[in-house]
């Protein structure tokens, strides 16, 4: 037998090559009043390849690292990396020029490509990182090339797809942990190779180049992933217009290009189907609404199921697992409560991928016991980044270890029953405390903090920064609300503020946040 002696795999910008071949004239990206064809974006993104090339010296390897709001440029930027055999390492676009710099460091970025808004970030990524090649702006600026500019100095020229293997990686997610600073999740060619035929068999099944699919959040997340993974059938992306999120928008776009699907989250949901629009537009192209990030209120559930019809569709997982943990199919979604509706469920495996609950030493438990989530299978991520520590701790025996707590029943569905960490969730995006608390920590008028996730109605939880003050208490709050603008992005930012004499100990004399949570609720706090 002839023993294999390459692990080469497609490179993930092939499917735009396809795409091109056979769909030139068919709708890849819509955006307001503006239509880029299959061929149209092809010949951008080869155009941007032959730019970063050769103005930049990009190379296979190098990391391009990107905080741009959505736009055709994010997607064109993206593909260029994955055809260059570059990395992509996109930034959330809220996240503050601190932020951003340390992104650029982790990832020894090569090139920063940004809105032209953005000037501190760049001012900040230029300084931490001296080795950049360049700064490219999308839009008119003064401080980087400009990003049109460098499409039609080599437009019309073709650029042939790098030749990549399995570990190879494309994507460098940014996440959080235990310790609060961000981690560089390594995300390669083979994974997501195997995540798109995944997400296509689990989540969108019957997806082709006759569907399109609504992008409502960010691009360099979720919403990234799924367009990834509509590539290979060649389905058309419409953007939402800027200017902050409208539901009105939303159904009339839903409306006139007939969306199969869409990616958001549950706040984003329930905010769709109690807007009136809901019912004004014809929404009956929709085949899947596919929400994650947070768990879904069953009240806003059996709301949505009722206005959309049965086309939700839930997925549990994080960036280290490419969002491929559990799928809740529509089938599975049930308005009435009745005893197979399985109430508070994320769903089951998916394909390829096998869940275990486990004690701390590792044990698997039986079904009904309450443990960590571990899961294996080909989406999990390759590890993190320059970070021996954090992988040792993460995998186990070929497990990973999500840091989720949950448990499974006799058919294998998985309830997330709370979180080893002390994360929250608002609004879709992962807080992690820690961060922010040794920032408010360097304010003179705080001793002690901890933030702890609250539920709130519209974001699903907020931030309670519970603090021990050493000033006077008059101004002190909003001090603090100003002292953390432009330090940390503000959906990280608390929205309250309660003020204690002391913190609540272990009697080891530690400080934990089930503590502050119980002592907060003994005393009514909250």
């Not at 009339?252 to 699907?261: D, T, V």
């Not at 409560?337 to 869940?355: F, K, L, M, N």
Request: include cysteine; charge should be negative.
């Amino acid at each position: 037998m002839t023993e294999r002696c390459s692990n080469r795999v497609t490179n993930l910008a092939h499917y735009l090559t396809r795409n091109a071949a056979r769909w030139p004239d068919r709708p890849a990206i819509i955006w307001e009043d503006r239509t880029w064809t299959w061929k149209d974006l092809d010949r951008r993104v080869s155009a941007l390849c032959h730019s970063l090339q050769e103005e930049f010296e990009v190379t296979k390897g190098d990391r391009i690292l990107v905080q741009a709001q959505n736009s055709n440029q994010m997607t064109e930027i993206m593909l260029a990396a994955f055809r260059l055999g570059a990395v992509w390492v996109p930034c959330n676009f809220r996240q503050a020029p601190g932020e951003t710099a340390f992104a650029s460091r982790k990832a020894r970025a090569k090139v920063f490509v940004c809105d032209a808004e953005f000037k501190d970030q760049a001012k900040a990524v230029q300084d931490a990182q001296p080795a950049l090649s360049g700064t490219v702006t999308i839009g008119a600026s003064t401080f980087g090339s400009s990003y049109e500019e460098l499409i039609d100095r080599f437009l019309g020229n073709r650029f042939k797809d790098i030749s990549v293997d399995y570990d190879d990686p494309c994507w460098l997610f940014f996440t959080s942990g235990s310790t609060g600073r961000p981690k560089a999740v390594v995300l390669t060619h083979g994974q997501i190779g195997f995540v798109t035929v995944n997400y296509l068999a689990d989540l969108l099944p019957g997806s082709s180049e006759l569907d399109a699919s609504l992008v409502i959040a960010p691009l360099s997340h979720g919403a990234g992933l799924q367009q990834i993974a509509q590539l290979p059938v060649g389905s058309a992306h419409v953007l939402m217009p800027g200017g902050g999120f409208s539901p009105s928008k939303a159904f009339e776009l839903i409306e006139k290009h007939r969306i199969s699907n869409m990616f958001t989250v549950p706040t984003i949901v329930k905010r769709l189907v109690d807007d009136p629009a809901v019912d004004r537009y014809d929404h009956s192209s929709l085949r899947q609404v596919i929400y994650a990030g947070a768990p879904m209120y069953r009240e806003d559930q059996k709301q949505a199921l009722n206005k959309l019809g049965a086309v939700l569709v839930q997925y549990y997982g994080l960036g280290e697992v490419t969002g491929n943990i559990t799928v809740l199919r529509a089938q599975d979604h049930c308005a009435d409560d009745v005893p197979h509706a399985r109430s508070g469920t994320c769903g089951t495996e998916r394909t390829g991928i096998e869940i275990s609950i486990q004690d701390e030493q590792g044990t698997i438990l039986p079904p009904g016991e309450t443990g960590e989530v571990c899961v294996i299978g080909a989406a999990v991520c390759s590890g993190y980044l320059e970070d021996e520590a954090a992988n040792a701790k993460s995998f186990r025996d070929g497990w990973f270890r999500t840091g989720d707590l949950g448990h499974m029943d006799e058919q294998r569905y998985l309830y997330l029953t709370g979180r080893a960490s002390d994360m929250y969730i608002s609004g879709g995006s992962n807080v992690y405390p820690k961060e922010i608390e040794e920032v408010l920590l360097t304010h003179h008028g705080v001793s002690e903090v901890a933030i702890i996730g609250i539920p709130d109605p519209q974001w699903g939880e907020v931030g309670l920064a519970v603090c021990v003050a050493n000033v006077e208490l008059q101004t002190l709050e909003a001090e603090l609300a100003e002292f953390l603008t432009g330090k940390v992005a503000r959906y990280k930012m608390p929205a309250r503020y309660l003020f204690v004499d002391a913190m609540p100990t272990s009697a080891y004399g530690k400080v934990t946040k089930k503590l502050v949570r119980e002592h907060l609720t003994e005393q009514g706090l909250i």
